[in-house]
Each structure stands twice: as C-alpha cells, then as structure tokens.
C-alpha cells in the first residue's frame, strides 16, 4: 500500500499535462469556445459516473461481476446524460455525437482500470491513464503548430484519447466476464451506493463550470480557469482516496474521515494557495495569456471552497463503501441548490461565490449533525464482539 501511495506522485505530471491540454486549447480557441470546452468536458466528466463506479468495483471485488451485455448496457447509459445535458444547454448535434463516441468508449477503459488497482499493476494503471493523455496533447499541438483552430477537432482528439486507452486496457489485463447473464438493471443497483457517490462527486466538480457558462457568460474563459486550477487538489484527493479503499472502508465518524484526511487535504490545498500566489500571475500571462489575468482573483474562493468539499466528500465516500448513500444523496441535493443560486446572482458573481461558501460549510455541518443524531438514537451494545475488536 505504501508503493501504491508512492505511486500517487506520478498524478502530478499527469495534472500537469492536463493543464499542458488546456493551455494549448485556450490558445487554440477564442474565449467563447474555450469556455464551450469547458463545459463539454464537465458533461463528460459527470457522465464517466458510471465507468468510475465500474472501476472502483472492479479494484474492490474478489470476483467477476460484469458480463459483456453489462458493459454495452453501461456504454450506452453513459451516453445518456450526455444527451439530456446537450438539450438543456443546446449543444450541436455535431459535439454531441463527438462527446456520445467518448462516453461509449469509458466504461471498457475504466473496468481494465480497475482491474489494474485490484491486481496491484499501479504502474500499467498509470500507462492507461498516459496513454489517453499523451496522444490528445500531440494531436492539440499540432493544430496549434498548423494553425487548424476547429473546436471539432479538439473534441476529436478525446476520441483518440479514450479509444487508445482502452485498446491498451483490453489487451494487458485479462477481463473476465461472467458467463451468466444477469439483468443489467440488477448489476447497477447492486453497485448503486458507489455509483450515486461517483455521481454525487462529479456533479459537484462540474456543475460550477456549467452555471458559469450559462450565468456568467462573459467571464466563462476566465472563471473555468480558476475553477480549473482550484480543482487540482481536490482530484489529487479523489484518486488518493480510490487507493486508500481498505483504509478509509474501516472508518466509522466524521470524526475518524477528519483527523486520517484533514492533513491530506491541507497538504494538497496549501502548497495550490501558495503557488498561485506566487507563480500564478506568471503562469497564467506566460501561458494563457493576460485576457486570463483575473482568474486568479476567483481561485482562493474555489480553493477554501474545494477543501470544504474534500472532506465531505470523504466521509460520503466512507459510508458508500459500507453500503450507505443518504450522504451521497445530501451532496447531490447540494449541486442542485447552486442552480437557483447562480439564476438569483446571475449579474453579482461575487454575491454567488459567497453564498455557495456559505452552502458547503452548511453541507458539512449537515453531515456532522446527521452522523451524531443518527448515532446517539442507536443503544450501545458491548457485549457485541465487534465492540471487542
């Protein structure tokens, strides 16, 4: 396990390029198109809900549990919310095919990912996770260096990511299906707590982006920017927390998910703040350009805000694992507030930051009282052996 967490370094040149990604995107594209980007890449990020669910259950299962008719059923789930998203936030029907072919492709990366964590191969796990990233990056800066500024094409070149990825998956890890074909409808609900968590979690990442986009529209380019940055930490911890399973399984308090995490959490947040304020004015004149100057004057909200969010994420992610998603179901009712909330603030952004702040410390304190009614209206039992433990 210690390797594994040693492993969790190789995520910074990976963040890194990432951002490699996005830098070249946002000098590829005009600012509206950029901010387009951005929200294209939340919709994804909330429809890979469902391959992160696979993937957590395939690094946590002692058995098959997916038989090929699943995995078909769940690529063609995933392009599901795509398609509502799309019509709500009239998205061409070009992109929307373009974002379909991504979301088919998830679910068969992410299962041999997660076979890759379950069967300790951290290394072949991060080869995957580069081998989607890499040939995107090589495909952007050639249009850049050609000077082929399409949006379609940037869409394209995830295409070629994903698909690489799970061509690779599929070829060095062995998948085993279950022979039995079990009702698909079945296999979600019996990975449903997970699933509702994954979602709960990348609702929250990306429905910022989104309500930017719609709300603030002017300063989309810029605000994405920040929310970008402010989420670096956050996603650190997110795949921290898909290695540490065992650990974080045996949790039973808010208190215990606080005192095991909280470090963590300032050790990733922290040094973000202190980068920025540092380096930030730098990178982003270098690397985006000075009509992005002010996002750096939003990424102390979202990283306070973010932090906040970690840790109540945690605990949500701890009660999943044993089979609970009330809390799951609380930070999905979170997301949805923040929609009346941008549609009220939609001219006072500032006045929107400051009573999202206000909404996630309610969230974690809603989280804290939850667990200590919920525990104080159970007797102690001692004699219990597992209180003997």
Known sequence: MKKSKLLILLDIPLFLLNYVYLIICARLLIKDDFGLLNSYLATLSIA???????????????????????????????????????????????????????????PFSSLTRGLFIKNQKYLSYYASLYIELVPKLLMVILFLWLSIKKFEYVIFSLIV??????????????????????????????????MINQLAFFLIIGIDIFLVNKYFTSQAGEISLAIR????????????????????????????????????????????????????TFIVNLFFGEEYATSLTYTPFYLVYFSIIAIAYAYSFMKSLQGKFKESLIMITFSILLL??????????????????????VLLFSFILYHFFSHSSKPTTLSSPHHLE
């Open 340 to 361: 009346p909330l941008y549609h009220y603030f939609q001219d006072q952004f500032i006045g929107a930051q400051t009573y999202q702040a206000y909404l996630g410390l």
């Open 161 to 194: 990511g994903q698909a690489l990825a799970t061509v690779y998956g599929l070829i060095f890890t062995k998948v085993n299906f279950i022979k039995n074909k079990k009702n698909s409808l079945k296999m979600i609900f019996q990975a449903k707590e997970i």
């Open 229 to 280: 940055f402010s989420q670096v930490p956050l996603l650190v911890f997110f795949t921290f927390l898909q290695f540490d399973i065992q650990k974080i399984s045996k949790l039973k308090s808010m208190g215990q998910v606080a005192k095991a995490y909280a470090p963590v959490i300032l050790g990733l947040f922290v040094p973000t703040y202190l980068g920025l304020q540092m380096l930030g």
């Open 48 to 106: 890979f809900v469902i391959g992160v669910s696979l993937q957590v259950k395939a690094a946590n299962s002692s058995k098959p549990f997916v038989s090929k008719k699943n995995i078909l059923f769940f690529s063609l789930l995933t392009g599901l919310l795509p398609l509502i998203i799309a019509f709500i936030f009239s998205f061409s029907m070009v992109h929307t095919l373009l974002i379909l072919s991504v979301c088919f492709l998830h």
